[in-house]
C-alpha cells in the first residue's frame, strides 16, 4: 500500500526513517521553512503530495479506483 510520510520542522525526515521498515511502498516529502502543522501553514502543498498519491490528479477531485478491491 502506497504510504507517504511528510515532515516539516522540528519533525524534518524523522517520520519516514521510522516508517522506513515497515512500508514497502514508502514516498517521503520534508516541507522545508516552515513549522510542525503542515496543513495550516502549507496547505497548497500538502494538496499538491495528497493528489497524486490519491489519485486525485486530473481528475477534477474524483476519487479513482486503482486495481481491485480487498
Known sequence: MPTMAIGAHPVGGALERQLRPVAHHLIG??????GHIVPLHR???LLGLLEPLLGLEGSGGQLRHHGPRQ
Open 29 to 34: 516529502h520534508v516541507i522545508e521553512n516552515r
Open 43 to 45: 496547505p497548497e502543498r
